[in-house]
DNA sequence: GCTTGACCTGGAGTGCACTCCAGCTCCTAC
DNA sequence: GTAGGAGCTGGAGTGCACTCCAGGTCAAGC
């Protein structure tokens, strides 16, 4: 099964321009192309594209993923690499949850405050 | 107690730079002056500045902080719609802190799979 | 056989959030 | 009284991750 780039952007939930664009920049193969010369996505062509879309939800730089998607093609020799990298990466995710979280509590507070000066919502319609 | 702008930088975390900009872009009223013509914020300011330091880190663009330090030059009559930016933004944050640990799922998946391949962590050395 | 729509390419443009710079002033310490 | 360091201003530059565009090709349907 192949497909269009206009169905591999439904289906990755990126852009057309962003599947050309992470090709320009080698973060994906060049997929292959049909007999008219148009990118035909395979499956495995979207289950790595979806694994990216993954890495960059959690932040983590084109830089980085265009690194790990160069080790990739050195074939199992650079597992240990690659694994770091995820390693690495998931203790920033991790971080970074830790941040959130600590950044919800303080949002709380904030809105209980506004809770106790303006008693409830009423009132606040469109006051500009 | 007032800081020059050094210190404040210091104290919030963010560059000189940055409290420049933040007060060109009206997120920040512009702090007193000493009698040289220089920045003296005040422990308020500094309040204000880790506030808006955790919206930014929360993900809140600046274009909202400045609706919402605009809306608090209103005072209390903006309260409420004050409360509802937080809330939405509470709801992103929520929403946001999901995402990261369902990639965090396939990311620990990720990485047991790495680590049956390679057995463990051995002979990985700088194998450039 | 011609319009239409999806796709192609190389390259330019965008929005965001800073970050840096040149050339200046002002206080402090020696 | 002068050298040095912190700070000042307006404006230009940066890095990132796209996003858009002009001008062209190609296959299908009428």
Chains 1, 2 share one sequence.
Not at 32 to 45: M, Q, T, V
Not at 52 to 68: A, F, S
Not at 89 to 96: F, L
Request: proline share 2%; aromatic share 8%.
């Amino acid at each position: 099964m192949t497909y269009a780039i206009a169905e591999a952007a439904h289906r990755t939930g990126l852009s057309i321009d962003t599947l050309r664009y992470y090709e320009r920049i080698e973060l994906v193969d060049p997929p292959a192309r049909d007999s008219g010369g148009r990118r035909a996505y395979s499956d495995e062509d979207l289950a790595w594209l979806g694994f990216l879309t993954r890495l960059r939800t959690t932040g983590m730089p084109i830089k980085l993923m265009r690194e790990y998607a160069r080790l990739r093609h050195q074939g199992i020799a650079s597992a240990g690499q690659r694994k770091r990298i995820l390693e690495r990466h998931r203790e920033d995710v991790r971080a970074r949850i830790e941040e959130l979280r600590s950044c919800l509590g303080a949002l709380d507070y904030k809105i209980d405050n506004y809770e106790r000066v303006i008693g409830s919502d009423h009132i606040q319609e469109a006051s500009a």
